[in-house]
């Protein structure tokens, strides 16, 4: 098979989509040395993150709006390799000449549209519903992706794989005490603290984690702070660090930022609690990566986030600040809890796999270029057919 890619997010501080992307082109190199890959990425993209492998080829789309690329540049790079599929995120321009298999990560623009500012809102209001009608199969991340997929845009179920998420064998917990002061004194780290790891942006809650937080601190005597890692996407996190002004939590929180995800781990492991209250959640990447690490999580009762998380956290409302608060307390102050939550967590983590993620996405491939090949030989054997009945026809 000649396979194309979109790897556009590869390079980029994303979050889950360029994680998804990384992780599932690293696995398919692990597991594929036969077919032949073809990565239309940015400039974004640095020659360290190429997979150097000969069975993968990149093109460079250049430094473009992201909206030229969709709608232009790609397909008509993909289209002039004339490759077996193209697998596109969330995306693609309907004209698009090669069958396309589209990963769709999430509908929050639909469900939580307050939450992106409005020109990207319209534009995925536009191409995702195209973009699905339009693929021969739609890989979603978990199930309330799928359920939505058919509810809001009527696409036919059996045409959805749901593929979940893995996480990736450097998330596990870090113990050497030169690792842990070392990202301590880079990340100006406390000793004790709580953690939130996600992109800073409205439908994350992170506002919420905030006021939680407050409440814990004005009611408690507890050491713990809180450290943010995260991009502030789009400038949407303006909200969050006006809230920590407000309830005068400057010298209580600890911004880092992004973080190169190799690093993450031992800022994973050095937490009290994760805490992750999303408004919506089609998977929950960092909750997988905390459990993974040996932190148990704080998570929303909401969507895919319930049955991610299991038996290895606590889960709350994500509407109600004095419920994520009282979590908080319970994390701190009862160490039994954290020990059993972590044990979970340790084990549960050990069901989201890349690589398992990578044999699946295969396999959709495979059946997508086999549909293709029986619809040539079909349609080559009813002209064949219309041909000999023409030429019988004539000789009559």
Request: aromatic residues 8%; charged residues 20%; hydrophobic residues 40%.
């Amino acid at each position: 098979m000649k396979i194309a890619v979109s790897a556009e997010f590869s390079g980029t501080k994303t979050g889950g989509v360029e994680t998804y992307e990384v992780n599932t082109l690293r696995a398919l190199a692990a597991i594929d040395q036969t077919n032949e890959y073809h990565l239309y990425h940015t400039w974004k993209m640095l020659p360290a993150d190429r997979i150097q492998q000969a069975n993968f080829k990149y093109h460079n789309l250049g430094p473009y709006a992201s909206w030229l690329r969709v709608s232009t540049l790609l397909p008509l790079s993909v289209s002039l390799q004339r490759p077996d599929l193209v697998h596109v995120q969330n995306a693609v321009a309907p004209w698009c000449p090669n069958p396309v298999v589209a990963t769709i990560h999430d509908l929050s623009f639909e469900t939580n549209p307050e939450t992106y500012p409005a020109g990207i809102r319209s534009r995925l209001k536009k191409l995702v519903p195209a973009t699905a009608r339009k693929a021969a199969v739609v890989i979603t991340v978990y199930h309330v992706v799928r359920e939505q997929l058919v509810d809001l845009y009527g696409i036919p179920r059996e045409k959805i794989e749901v593929i979940p998420n893995g996480c990736a064998p450097y998330f596990r917990p870090i113990d050497d005490p030169a690792i842990l002061a070392a990202a301590r004194a880079q990340y100006n780290l406390p000793d004790k603290y709580l953690l939130y790891a996600g992109s800073i942006i409205p439908r994350k809650n992170v506002t919420g984690v905030v006021e939680a937080f407050a409440r814990l601190k004005r009611n408690h005597a507890v050491e713990e702070k809180l450290v943010l890692v995260g991009e502030n996407r789009w400038g949407r996190g303006e909200e969050v660090f006006r809230a920590i002004e407000r309830l005068g939590l400057s010298s209580e929180v600890v911004v880092v930022g992004w973080v190169h995800p190799t690093e993450l781990p031992s800022i994973y492991s050095q937490a009290t609690a994760f805490v992750f209250p999303s408004h919506y959640e089609s998977f929950g990447l960092p909750v997988v990566e905390a459990m993974a690490c040996g932190v148990p999580p704080i998570a929303s009762n909401v969507h895919a986030l319930p049955e991610i998380v299991g038996q290895a956290g606590l889960l709350v409302d994500p509407l109600n600040v004095d419920d994520i608060a009282q979590a908080m307390v319970r994390m701190v102050k009862e160490p039994g809890l954290r020990d059993r939550l972590k044990a979970e967590g340790l084990s549960r983590a050990k069901l989201f796999s890349w690589e398992r993620d990578a044999h699946a996405t295969l396999a959709v491939y495979e059946r997508v270029c086999t549909s293709r090949t029986r619809r040539r030989a079909a349609e080559t054997t009813r002209q064949s057919g219309q041909g000999a009945y023409r030429e019988r026809h004539r000789a009559d």
